[in-house]
């Protein structure tokens, strides 16, 4: 039911993994295979455990059962190969971090000597604005920027050690459309021109149609990973739920319905059953 075909070599393959918190089940039996450069959307709604795969990711949790590989060794914590960007931390509108403070914060100076640190520190930091076209936040005080703007500078922190692999958990939620379509852009534009492998966690996927190479459908704690026109379909999905849900598409935008009732209700908001979807990015 669903597709592991991609044209580069593999830089993560998770196999059989599944999670355990008490007794309760919260992933099964997970199989991933990602290709070096892939655009990944990891979708499903509230409670699904997306959270929780990408923690195991990147060693920050152990799998109860099953195995992770990234880059061909055991996963572990720490890896500067992957670059991370936590689902969303509250900033004080007070707080005296600047732009460049915040997107600094993941650099490691144990290494360097002080000067040497200090110098390179400077550059590196530069940089990862560069990457992310926030060199003209690097004095502003953080807590007023807008949203999208903070967003930018966490996935410049994450840019720091120039990783192969970013991942990226619900970067998109708090921001307007015009904003995450922003976002969206930005680190699809990471991904091509650096061929950082992505993995994206939304629980929507409508803002993420035109840049995805494949989609992880999650819920239940099974995963679906394909394309998204072979993945998000009702078949596919009712299977995943254990229950009937339909899918629907519109001019632009993908919804996914639950059967069993006549509301319809944002997945996000309700965890469960029923419908999900926004405008889709039209670029
Ligand atoms: N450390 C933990 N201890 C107990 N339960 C947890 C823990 N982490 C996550 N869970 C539970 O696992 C489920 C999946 O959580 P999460 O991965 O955060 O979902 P998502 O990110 O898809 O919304 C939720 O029901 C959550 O309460
Ligand atoms: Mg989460």
């Not at 959270?51 to 920050?60: E, F, K, P, Q």
């Not at 339909?246 to 209700?265: F, H, K, M, Y």
């Amino acid at each position: 039911m669903t597709s592991q075909t991609f044209s580069t070599s593999p830089v993560l393959t998770v196999s059989h993994v599944g999670m355990k918190f008490l007794n309760r089940s919260v992933l099964e039996d997970i199989e991933l295979t990602i290709g070096a450069g892939e655009f990944i959307g990891l979708i499903g709604p509230n409670g699904a455990g997306k959270s929780t795969l990408l923690r195991i990711l990147l060693g920050l949790q152990k799998p109860t059962r099953g195995t992770v590989e990234i880059l061909g060794s055991p996963v572990r914590r720490g890896n500067r190969y992957i670059g991370y960007v936590p689902q969303k931390i509250h900033l004080d509108p007070a707080t005296p971090l600047s732009g460049r403070d915040l997107a600094g914060l993941g650099l490691d100076g144990h290494r360097y000597g002080i000067a040497f640190f200090n110098r390179k520190r400077h550059a590196q930091i530069d940089e990862a604005l560069e990457m992310v076209d926030a060199r003209h936040l690097a004095d502003a005080p953080v807590g007023r920027l807008s949203g999208g703007e903070q967003q930018r500078l966490l996935i410049a922190q994450a840019l720091l050690t120039h990783p192969q692999i970013l991942l990226l958990d619900e970067p998109l939620s708090n921001l307007d459309i015009k904003s995450a379509r922003e976002v969206v852009r930005l680190v699809a534009r990471i991904q091509r021109e650096h061929g950082v492998t992505v993995i994206l966690v939304a629980h929507d996927m409508n803002p993420l149609i035109d840049v995805m190479d494949r989609i992880i459908y999650l819920a239940q704690g099974r995963a679906a990973i394909g394309p998204v026109d072979v993945v998000v379909q009702s078949d596919v999905l009712s299977t995943l739920y254990g229950y009937p849900v339909e899918v629907i598409r519109t001019r632009n935008r993908i919804l996914v319905v639950g059967g069993q009732d006549s509301g319809i209700e944002d997945f996000s908001v309700t965890g469960g059953e029923h419908c999900h979807g926004t405008e889709v990015l039209s670029t």
